[in-house]
């Protein structure tokens, strides 16, 4: 299937309600690989949720069996040019940033396997929960292919020795496991995840869009500063963000002793 036929087969579904958007990986008998088609569809939905500000919160989720197998390798076997892979790789990478400079808050919703691309789709999420039976890897080196694009994002959430690991072995690790290394927040039965993802959600889209951005953009820029610089920068960030009205309103509200009116402004 070709990327233009990809994108007319409604790779990724789109649900907007109550602040929320929700992206559902549309490619199940594939267990939701990262062809070219679904990662420009992606990309498209994201582009435009950053400048909706009807959307406060994200949640990415996929159809089927699991969450995402990484990287399609058919479509990645079909071509042996290395234009054709630096397209692929490139277009991944990407997405992933898009995902990070997204003004609102990502959460990965987790099931089954989320392994190569799709560990590091849920390790460059914001937030992420899973279920119990959930298995995560990168094992890219059982099949002659190191996953050094997922190991950027996997490397960022979880400690050095363990990744190492993951990285090496090529072996899964579970849901529990996931939470101890930090790569996801919470771990819940299958019957309770999307209540505990929507519960989440609905949290971070009752708190003012310009907050939200505000912080997820300060969040990920100090993480690379040196610490005087970390701190000079987001000293800037709050008195930028106390001259904002939602800042105002949030304080006095507080005060007050009363909910909030956000205007996001």
Known sequence: MSVAEELEADLVLREDRDGIARLTLNRPKAYNALSLG???????????????RAIKAVVLEGSGKGFCAGHDLREMRSRTDETFHQTVFAACSKLMLTVTNLPQPVIAKVHGIATA?????????DLAIATESTRFGTPGVNIGLFCSTPMVAVSRAIPRKQVMEMLL??????ARTAVTHGLINRAVAETELEDAVQEMAGKIASKSPLVLKTGKKAFYRQLEMTLADAYAYTSQVMVDNMQARDAAEGIDAFIEKR??????E
Do not use: K, R
Request: hydrophobic share 45%; proline share 3%.
């Open 38 to 52: 679904l990662m420009a569809a992606l990309q498209n939905e994201l582009e435009e949720i950053a400048s909706n």
């Open 117 to 125: 691309a799709g560990c590091q789709l849920v390790a460059t999420a």
């Open 169 to 174: 072995t090529g072996e899964m690790i579970d």
């Open 259 to 264: 909910d909030p009116e956000w205007t996001g």
